[in-house]
Nanobody, 115 residues
Framework: QVQLVESGGGLVQPGGSLTLSCAAS????????MSWVRQAPGKRLEWVSD????????YYANSMRGRFSISRDNAKNTLYLQMGSLKPEDTAVYYC????????WGQGTQVTVSS
């Protein structure tokens, strides 16, 4: 059974940093392209970043490029999202997603950027 469990969210001040993790189980992480997406209160899902199965290519939404960094450790079955220079508009629930025969989602982790 595919499971994705995000962690690392919390309250951070503007300009601060946070690293999210996504622990994967039930499949071989190296077989899946992975994504981070987010959903702010009252807004639609917003794509954040993608990384290919072996980590050779990474893609970012324009508003996150230069501030966020996606990475993965396939040996540890874990996906990461390092977030820096955080802004209040980055406040959202962050989800990781695995692209297998279907798309799988975690339950999300809340990130709140506020002073």
């Amino acid at each position: 059974q595919v499971q994705l469990v995000e962690s690392g969210g919390g309250l951070v001040q503007p300009g601060g940093s946070l690293t999210l993790s996504c622990a994967a189980s039930g499949f071989t992480l190296s077989s899946a392209d992975m994504s981070w997406v987010r959903q702010a209160p009252g807004k639609r899902l917003e794509w954040v970043s993608d990384i290919t199965s072996l980590g050779t290519r990474r893609y970012y939404a324009n508003s996150m490029r230069g501030r966020f960094s996606i990475s993965r450790d396939n040996a540890k079955n874990t996906l990461y999202l390092q977030m820096g220079s955080l802004k209040p508009e980055d406040t959202a629930v962050y989800y990781c997603s695995a692209w297998l025969s279907s798309q799988y989602w975690g339950q999300g982790t809340q990130v709140t950027v506020s002073s």
